[in-house]
């Protein structure tokens, strides 16, 4: 795994509609009005956040997290609508010993449908793939989140399986989760 290639300078991956970038303080209501919808956080172990001092502490604590080489969170930004934040993609745990890397995403609610969330999947997976050098990409899904399994089911992701009461998500409690992974054979 080519960690340098995601921690040695912020990565910014780009398409023809999108713009995968660090997020600023600049961008501090746009992180604002995702995490102060709780219908964003319905299937997520994240607990709103309706304060925005609270935010504006949390994109600090993003970029601390991207020192400390655990985590990486880019803005979703749509070319269409300039330095618009429509949502955030991460990847975090990355396990090196069996190359292996997990991610997560979610939107704005005036983003949703709009085919944005699946094509900054594709990138990240290609980005993982194709200069991380990972083996097997992994996204854990609540059974009852139709969208993200049909995010990554056109990402070729594959179901691996359930597991029950596999973790516990602050604001919700313990939970079932579905498990999704590509490897890179597949991808190829």
Same mark, same amino acid.
Not at 167 to 175: A, D, H, L, M, N
């Given at each position: 795994m080519n960690m340098e290639a995601v921690f040695a300078h912020f990565p910014v991956l780009e398409s023809e509609s999108l713009v995968l970038?660090?997020?600023?303080?600049?961008? %501090?209501?746009d992180v604002f009005s995702i995490y102060d919808n709780d219908k964003v956080f319905e299937y997520c172990g994240i607990i709103?956040?309706?304060? !925005?001092?609270? %935010?504006?502490? !949390?994109?600090?604590?993003?970029d601390r997290? $991207?020192?400390k080489k655990s985590r990486i969170k880019w803005g979703i930004f749509p070319k269409s609508q300039e330095n618009t934040m429509a949502g955030i993609i991460e990847a975090m745990d990355f396990n090196q010993k069996v190359n292996m890397v997990t991610i997560g995403y979610y939107f704005?609610?005036?983003?949703w449908g709009k085919g944005f969330a699946t094509e900054s999947v594709r990138m990240l997976v290609s980005f993982l793939f194709e200069k991380v050098n990972v083996n097997r990409i992994q996204a854990e899904v609540m059974p009852a989140n139709e969208n993200s399994k049909? %995010?990554?089911?056109?990402?070729?992701f594959m179901k691996v399986g359930l597991v029950r009461q596999a973790? $516990?998500?602050?604001?919700?409690?313990? %939970?079932d989760l579905e498990m999704y992974g590509i490897l890179k054979n597949e991808y190829i």
């Open positions: 970038s660090n997020i600023k303080e600049e961008h %501090v209501q709103p956040k309706h304060n !925005m001092k609270t %935010v504006e502490k !949390m994109i600090s604590h993003f997290d $991207y020192n704005a609610e005036e983003y049909n %995010v990554l089911l056109k990402n070729n973790s $516990y998500w602050s604001g919700i409690g313990v %939970v």
